[in-house]
């Protein structure tokens, strides 16, 4: 049967879009959590009042974020077997897992502590709120470290292997899911993307309350924590962005090659193109700026490695796709007569590639009836969207050392106490507010979209993974997404700027005599 | 601190009836946005033909291909 | 190392134990959020009753998202067929469940009127139909969901959303409906300010005898009226999980399993019991007790569901071949096995901590206390 690719672009455009919303609302409650315990702790060990207040007030932002963050995180559970129910099916022996540990492991911590994060102040001492504030930290950190597995997973499937009677793949391996390289960089990248987020929110909002004249003891203080934490996370980000780099060097050549609009192979080590206009229909790169060796020594960190252009992936490709075809058909044939023992030989031989079968049946109904043609179309559809990953990654980078940037700069005025002397910083701390969002969400799209046309590298393409559902279906839950999504947005920031906008001073939170609650309601 | 409710709205008054405006103006525009999207990217793609001989014949194929994936 | 069968053993009571803490625990936010507006008739009623849930009700609702995550790990097939076939039920399902958070962390953040009242209005909505929604779900595992699989393990579903609504599971919903109210209530009595408590009390007594009445009258359904599903081909514990392999017919009715292990009826006897304990409790004002009841209700009830379909998961009435149940619905024995230790190693943790932060939180939310401190919460 002909993949229905109608239902296929509706289901992946409804994954993508509560995906990179749902990603709007963590890496706020990954680097926010931190920021709160560490604020709490400077309370707990000097005994200032002040530094109370600041857990308080930002704590107050990071409850109307979390709330988002858990809401827009249920559709993402369920939407794995509401709208990819062959993909639960096909892989879920192996992805099911680390989403059932970030439950028990994780979700429970942050859910069960944060309820006393808010309610506990009177109820609690000190040390032990101290405790709750950073087991919710850790409990958020936690569950971005088991779905990261299980992303790690997808981008590069270890310790699994393909069940004939069962027709799924199934663990062989869970250390090797575990340990996993891929998952383990994209792990400390992604958290520090949220680190860097949280830091950069505290320091635009602190800025501007610098620029008002308003909360000027507070915002200094929440100034300088935000600069420290930012500048080590901001590192940490490019860090571990370039370890990713070369795991994925390793593991999925073509996305590296797509990302780099790397056409052809280059003689080592490779030029790496700075700016260029990447020609998907003619495969060339106009106009293209680049810098000599950069590329090889990142990619390869050697001076001689090759790194495959995407021609020489095609062809590649190709050959694996003629090796599938010779695994799905002894695959059929051990369905009918399970000791056919030269099927079971040819299926055991080829059965790695199994997987470039599988991309024949977006081009034909039956792989087996293939033409030379056909397996050049599905080759080709190895190749995801050049230009768009070419101009994203480039833009992630450029905003990631921006972030250093400004970061090492508050920093440096953090230590000198001159954070609110320059109001062209506190200008320019207050309009970078965006970019941190602007580069994780940039980031998500070079990580999936850069992985199609799979879903599980090599593995399952991702039109194969769909449910078989009526694209009315979808196309009704994708406006019932929008519709109930940007309502919700819309909610929260305007709980958000109205909470910003009254600041500690409005909020009454200084009980001690120190400035009047206005007491004002709405 | 202190939010004491009152019986006045600020929904009911022009700036809070100018927001219901505004939000369902966004609203409208996004669903108009993600229908062209739809009409314009998605509906043209070519779509499974599941009528009752294309059916038949790909079963049929299959069947064809077990027997011809024979060494 | 245990073998697959004591294994897909072991994780069919597992889901149970989750479901029956996702309704003992999340039940009573459900409750109490369904129940707001009726129980709480000003605004600082309301907000004593929301502080009753609101530092807890997260953690409750994990044992829901720990269930999704489980049936994901260790039943792969019941979670692809069921979400994927329920689509329209489960979008309704996760709007209620995407409101909750929103609603009860937002309502109080502003003092306006209208504000609080569409944020009351939407977490009745979002207390009620969940509610509503898995007491259909149960009582469609009864009836069989129409699906298929082809030989690629691929699952067709060929019913709609308003084909759930059949009157056996229409009155599972309102099994449902009345369990989950007579346990919010429950717990409003003993938790909510004491003035709450006679309200909470005759809303919860008169849930409680609703309980019984449908609860009886769906078993008398299911015992003479419900076509049960049989396995006839040779039962294996160890074989892989390929629902196709086996044979199943329609006949007899459901009760059939709970003949041959009579265990199985102390699990109806004890949802009925508890049902009439909690209204005597509630009657003579021991309302902490009476909350008690109500959870053994819940446990009660869903073991008496789970007992009842055994060996089946998620019987087929289109093609009772492919019919899921715990010998061919389950992962692999490594992932079962896994699977099995990481919950060992956490449920007990998570347990101990969520004992301890209840202790923290204990005794009433009074309505002085709403009045005299707090805003934003």
Redesign the interface.
Known sequence: MMIDQELVTLSRLQFALTALYHFLFVPLTLGLSWLLAIMEAVYVMSGREIWKRMTQFWGLLFGINFAMGVATGVTMEFQFGTNWAYYAHYVGDVFGTPLAIEGAMAFFLEATFIGLFFFGWDRLGRVAHLIVTFLLALGTNLSALWILIANGWMQNPVGAEFNLDTMRMEVSSFSAVLFNPVAQSKFVHTVSAGYVLGSMFVLSISAWYLLRGRNIDLAKRSMTVAASFGLASALSVVVLGDESGYTVSENQKMKLAAIEAMWETEPAPAPFTAFGFPDLAERKTHFAVRIPWVMGIIGTRSLDGVLPGINELVEEAEQRIEKGRVAYAAMLKLRENRDDAAARAAFDANKADLGYALLLRNVVADPALASHADVQKAAVSTIPNVPVLFWSFRLMVGCGLYFIALFAYSFWLASRRELDTKRWYLKLALWSLPLPWLAAELGWIVAEYGRQPWAIEGVLPTALGVSSITSAQVLFSLCGFVIFYTSLAVIDATLMLKYVRRGPDGLGLWRDGQVPATGAAT | MRVAVSKHSWFRTPAGRLYYRHFGTLLAAKLALLLILYFVFIAPQPRADTSPAAVFSALVAQDGAVRKADP | MIDYTTLRVIWWLLLGVLLIGFAIMDGFDFGIAALLRVLGRD?DERRVLL?TV??????N??WF??G???V???W??V??????GL??A??LL??A??????G???R?????????SAWDWALTFAGFVPMLLFGVAVGNLFLGLPFRFD???????TGGFFDLLHPFAVLSGLVSIAMLTMHGASYAAFKADESLAARAGNIARFAALAFLAFYLIAGAWLAFGIAGFVITSPVTGEG???PLLKHVVVQGHWFASLSAHPAFWLASALAVGAAIANFAFMSARRHFAAFLASALVCAATILSAGFALFPFLLPSSLDPNSSLTIWDAS??K??LG??FI??LI??PL?IG??AW?YS??RGRVTLEHIRSS????
């Open positions: 605004d502080e609101e530092p807890v009700w997260e953690g609702q994990v998202i720990l999704g995550g489980a994901f790990a260790a792969p097939y979670y692809a067929v069921a979400f994927s689509y329209i489960m979008f996760l709007v469940l995407i409101v909750r958070p929103v009860f962390s937002y109080n953040k502003l003092a306006d009127p209208r504000w609080r030989a690629d393990m691929r699952m067709t579903y892989p999980s390929n992962s692999s490594t992932t896994l699977m990481a919950v956490f449920m998570v901590y969520t932060v923290v939180l707090h805003g934003g919460y």
